[in-house]
T-cell receptor, first 111, second 110 residues
Framework: DTGVSQDPRHKITKRGQNVTFRCDPI?????LYWYRQTLGQGPEFLTY????????KSRLLSDRFSAERPKGSFSTLEIQRTEQGDSAMYLC?????????FGQGTRLTVV | GEDVEQSLFLSVREGDSSVINCTYT??????LYWYKQEPGAGLQLLTY?????DMKQDQRLTVLLNKKDKHLSLRIADTQTGDSAIYFC??????????FGKGTHLIIQP
């Protein structure tokens, strides 16, 4: 297992389009997190799954954002009707207990 | 990141020790973490400390925790050019995600 994998690494989209990102966590990690990081800031928590259950959502996660983890393995994060303010790095992390490991992130640019 | 504060920049000479400081607000945080981020990359977990400890050493890294003052530090001994990165302190305010600081840019002078 090579760690947390995210796809794509980069995405450029036009304002108003929908985008979907995928995260494959470390095998058998039951917790999966999504974060957003903008330039000059630390990552900000978006949402969290324990297995397939979405247990927590941040206020940052507007109704244009939806995340799923249907079988408790990989997860997808979809942004509908993208806005320029959605441009950021979207990071996924997984953990089994105390240590959370991050993927390389998906950099989204909305033009 | 308002709950976790870090200095934005630290400049050290190669071979010296680097000390990166962090203050946090949530006294219920069970674990406190240090992550490293290189340009365009994700976050790499460097080390973490349990809240009932006051020190943890791992090779060139030493973490000090002052729970009374809610102060955490990361010391990197014999700083190398490869240590140049942004270092994030993070707390765990609950069972959910981490709360990160804005990060400290470590700049290495030759």
């Amino acid at each position: 297992d090579t760690g947390v994998s995210q796809d794509p690494r980069h995405k450029i989209t036009k304002r108003g389009q929908n985008v979907t990102f995928r995260c494959d966590p470390i095998s058998e990690h039951n917790r999966l997190y999504w974060y957003r990081q903008t330039l000059g800031q630390g990552p900000e928590f978006l949402t969290y799954f324990q297995n397939e259950a979405q247990l927590e959502k941040s206020r940052l996660l507007s109704d244009r954002f939806s995340a799923e983890r249907p079988k408790g393995s990989f997860s997808t994060l979809e942004i509908q009707r993208t806005e320029q303010g959605d441009s950021a790095m979207y990071l996924c992390a997984s953990s089994e207990n105390t240590e959370a490991f991050f993927g390389q992130g998906t950099r989204l640019t909305v033009v | 990141g308002e709950d976790v504060e870090q200095s934005l920049f630290l400049s050290v000479r190669e071979g010296d020790s680097s000390v990166i400081n962090c203050t946090y607000t949530d006294s219920s945080s069970t674990y406190l973490y240090w992550y490293k981020q290189e340009p365009g990359a994700g976050l790499q977990l460097l080390t973490y400390i349990f809240s009932n400890m006051d020190m943890k050493q791992d090779q060139r890294l030493t973490v000090l925790l002052n729970k009374k003052d809610k102060h955490l530090s990361l010391r990197i001994a014999d700083t190398q050019t490869g240590d140049s990165a942004i270092y994030f302190c993070a707390e765990t305010p609950g069972a959910d995600g981490l709360t990160f600081g804005k990060g400290t840019h470590l700049i290495i002078q030759p």
